[in-house]
């Protein structure tokens, strides 16, 4: 889908050098899929210590008898 964005020149021809990327476009879609990556992540640390932690849960027992 066609966008025209107000990109800074500096800054995407940095981008372009930085990540030896051959066109405007594959420096944007590279920057994007990092940007999605990286908030994915942090959703994810946001996870962190609400899911309550078993020490006695024994997985292999799980596992024999979910084979039987």
């Known amino acids: 889908m066609p966008t025209n964005l107000d990109i800074d020149d500096r800054l995407i021809a940095e ?21 999605v990556r990286h908030l994915k992540q942090l959703r994810l640390l946001d996870a962190f210590g609400t899911v309550d932690f078993d020490p006695t849960y024994d997985y292999k027992a799980e596992r024999r008898r979910d084979n039987r």
């Open 15 to 35: 981008a372009q050098k930085l990540g030896a990327h051959k066109s405007k476009k594959d420096a944007v879609t590279v920057a994007l899929q990092a940007y």
